[in-house]
């Protein structure tokens, strides 16, 4: 997953966070009443609700960032933050709705004039185009532009770094090579996307799949004008379909929007385009950025990866101050997988016996402490459609049951205890912490855990290699995982599906091999109904936990500062972030 989203807690604030923000039952935390009368509306004020509301139009949005963007080029962009702030500028067929919390899991049309017409074989989406849509030039928004800036992706060589489920679901054997090599004369060769007309555009599938509108609401099926791609260069000044439009684009240093004349607001219901000009100022000095954002300058840390660690301590120090945060979650899980193939990991009383005897108190504060995330008890994060608060082996009580640890490891002919290796990203010191935190509690079963830390950058052909994990004999493998979509088939399918399993840059650490569970997902997929394809989910996650092969250590937060003046400001359970495109600012400066 590739994702950028590092939360900046530190364990030195692990024992004051443990007292001032909330930790497990509600998304986020409950809400702090000494601080709910300050005028920025309190602790968590803007999880699950919107604070400050209003359609005040004016003023600069100051947006800042210590983590440059990967590219804005919808088709090449990989980061959460940059997939939020193409909300702006970047349209698509279907987008995330503009509301809080969960209700903005919800997909609605945004090109498209309605829901799609799915065949009933679940195979064929049929989407009608809203009629007048422009590009900020002026020119027509067509359904041949969005099939053009679909296949921009099948173009690995020019257009690489964004995700290609399009190509996965879309290529069936064509071996499409993308519009700079389409032998087509129009360049849009692509056979199993089709426009009969330039408001109608038709997606072929080759198997029912209930995730695939998720994919056309990726900035990757957004509509690119064919005459105006420079290939490789168009994250250089990405062409409007948005109501904003570039005015300064300079990589490393920071970007301006400003209005899109040719934007209809009455084609597009949920964006709110309230500022005259948005700006992102790009700095290498994150303590700058979050002085920045504690006296006023700046509005909002555009990457929401948290506070760092000395303005987490004073923030929350200062009622006053930490009134203006929230501290949602985000949508990872912070982990420790077991291998099934890695003795004595195949069989299931020596996991059970580490999940017993593992103190989820210690691994959380590892992490940062409740700050940055919640004890977990399985593997749906809470912004999930089908999570719940299943716990099978108590990992929310914060604390080990070692008569169980111990009844185990006598059930699993390991009386005495055993010896086995954790294999951790040496550069990434929260999950070196985290396997030392492991390593401490399962002393008390006598079992030895042996550290290996490798460099991060080897995450692919180490821990993500079969072979190599078999090879150093790595029994437990600490890493993390967050969806690019935001369904189960988005989070859990690539850690728990059989036929995700690869040689290099696997992520089904466990190498879970169930066909019942390969089964399940394929009934997900075939399920058009969301709520009936979620309660799948939930028995796919159940079922999977019961094995033991993850330990869940921390549901991910992130204690993000919001500028009082704001408005309209929510956290999206789809980005697992503020909803920046719906942002507004009180005074009009």
Not at 155 to 177: E, F, H, K, M, R
Not at 288 to 297: N, Q
Request: glycine residues 10%; charged residues 25%; contains cysteine.
């Amino acid at each position: 997953m590739k994702r950028n989203r590092t939360l900046a807690a530190a364990s030195l604030v692990a024992a004051l966070a443990l007292t001032t923000a909330a930790c497990g039952g509600t998304k986020g935390g409950t809400s702090d009443t000494a601080t709910k009368g300050a005028s920025a509306g309190g602790f968590n004020a803007a999880v699950d609700k919107v604070l400050n509301p209003s359609d005040k139009k004016g003023g600069t949005l100051n947006l800042w960032t210590s983590t440059d963007v990967d590219s804005l080029d919808p088709g090449r962009a990989y980061y959460a933050s940059v997939w939020n702030y193409e909300r702006f500028y970047a349209r698509t067929l279907l987008a995330f709705d503009g509301k809080a919390g969960k209700d903005s899991l919800k997909l609605v049309p945004d090109l498209a004039a309605n829901q799609p017409a799915v065949a009933s074989d679940g195979k064929t989406y049929t989407f009608h185009l809203k009629q007048g849509l422009k590009f900020e030039d002026g020119s027509p928004i067509t359904s041949k532009d969005i099939k053009y800036g679909i296949e921009r992706i099948f173009a690995q060589d020019v257009v690489s770094g964004g995700p290609t489920y399009l190509i996965q679901s879309l290529d069936q054997g064509q071996n499409y090579p993308g519009p700079y090599k389409d032998t087509d004369p129009n360049k849009l060769g692509l056979k199993t996307v089709e426009t009969p007309d330039d408001g109608t555009i038709i997606f072929h599938l080759a198997k029912p799949d209930s995730s695939f509108p998720y994919l056309l609401a990726m900035g990757s099926a957004s509509p690119v004008p064919q005459k105006l791609d420079t290939g490789a260069k168009y994250g250089d000044k990405p062409v409007s379909s948005g109501p904003y439009k570039f005015s300064k684009v300079e990589p490393g240093k920071g970007y301006e929007l400003v209005r899109n004349p040719n934007w209809d607001p009455t084609s597009d219901p949920f964006r709110k385009a309230l500022p005259d000009v948005v700006k992102l100022t790009v700095t290498t000095n994150a303590d700058d950025m979050d002085a920045r954002l504690l006296d006023g300058s700046a509005d909002i840390d555009w990457g929401q990866t948290g506070l760092s660690q000395a303005a987490q301590v004073k923030v929350l120090q200062d009622p006053k101050l930490k009134a203006n945060t929230d501290d949602p979650y985000n949508g990872f899980i912070r982990f420790i997988a077991l291998n099934q193939k890695v003795a004595p990991f195949d069989n299931i009383h020596c996991r059970k016996a580490v999940l017993y005897a593992a103190d989820t108190t210690a691994l959380q504060t590892a992490r940062g402490g409740s700050v940055a995330g919640s004890t977990f008890g399985n593997m749906l994060p809470p912004n999930i459609l089908g999570s719940d608060d299943y716990d099978p082996f108590g990992l929310t009580k914060g604390k080990p049951d070692l008569e169980k640890a111990k009844a185990e490891l006598k059930d699993c002919g390991k009386e005495g205890g055993f010896t086995t290796t954790i294999a951790v990203r040496g550069n990434k010191a929260k999950e070196v912490n985290t396997a030392v935190a492991l390593q401490t509690a399962l002393k008390a079963i006598n079992v030895t855990v042996n550290v290996d830390q490798y460099d991060g950058k080897l995450l692919a052909s180490v821990a993500g290699a079969p072979d190599v994990v078999h090879q150093k004999g790595y029994g437990l493998i600490v890493a993390g995982w967050g969806a690019d979509y935001p369904n189960g088939a988005g989070y859990m399918q690539p850690l728990m599906d059989s036929r995700f399993i690869t040689k290099n840059g696997n992520s089904n650490y466990p190498e879970t091999s169930d066909p019942a569970v390969d089964k399940l997902f394929d009934q997900a997929a075939a399920e058009v109904d969301p709520a009936k394809a979620a309660d799948i989910y939930k028995q796919i996650n159940h079922k999977v936990v019961d094995t033991a092969v993850w330990l869940p250590v921390v549901a991910d937060k992130a204690l993000n500062y919001r500028n009082p003046r704001l408005t309209n400001v929510y956290i999206t359970d789809a980005f697992g972030e503020v909803d920046f495109q719906a942002l507004g600012v009180s005074d009009g400066k």
